[in-house]
């Protein structure tokens, strides 16, 4: 039988943008401030601080990226515990951390999370109708991995 998760109307909505995307990041939750204080949010160390600063909304900080942060993330989305992640992640730099960075967007695949890494699909995700709306997934049934033996 297909598992499902309902997806309440207040999403967990994970925050984090790499340095040299900070700046397009705050400048987008600012500009998204009633929406996104509508939600649960969550973000990397500077990320979060930042954003908790600018918009004047509570934000759940993890470590900062480099220290686990991701890591973090990555924990909550396996554990069903985040519904949202943007990502602004850094295409042109290689970051010490970046296995770290790796695992949490395949993570986000695997459990079927919706990512947005850049402006223009976080303004799509922002703008869903299913952003405020309670809704029903369907889980990814990995039970063929679970059944085969290491
Ligand atoms: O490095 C990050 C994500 O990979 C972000 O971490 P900070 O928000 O602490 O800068």
């Known amino acids: ?7 309440q109307k207040r999403k967990r909505i994970a925050l984090i943008a790499h340095d040299h995307k ?17 939600h649960e949010l969550y ?13 004047d909304t509570p934000v759940r900080k993890l470590l900062s990226g480099p220290l686990g942060g991701d890591q973090q993330i990555g924990a909550m989305v396996a554990e069903g ?32 999370i919706p990512m947005a890494s850049n402006r223009a699909s976080a303004d799509f995700l922002l703008t869903s109708p299913l952003i405020h709306q309670e809704y029903e997934v369907i889980l990814p049934d990995y039970s063929q991995y679970l059944g085969r033996k290491v």
């Open 1 to 7: 039988m297909q598992q499902t998760k309902t997806l």
């Open 22 to 38: 900070k700046a397009e990041m705050l400048e987008w939750a600012i500009y998204n401030k009633t929406v996104l204080s509508r």
């Open 43 to 55: 973000g990397t160390g500077t990320t979060g601080k930042l954003i908790e600063e600018h918009l």
């Open 81 to 112: 515990k985040l519904d949202v992640i943007i990502f602004f992640w850094d295409p042109m730099e290689a970051l010490p951390h970046d296995p770290d960075i790796k695992a949490l967007l395949r993570l986000g695949v695997v459990w079927n």
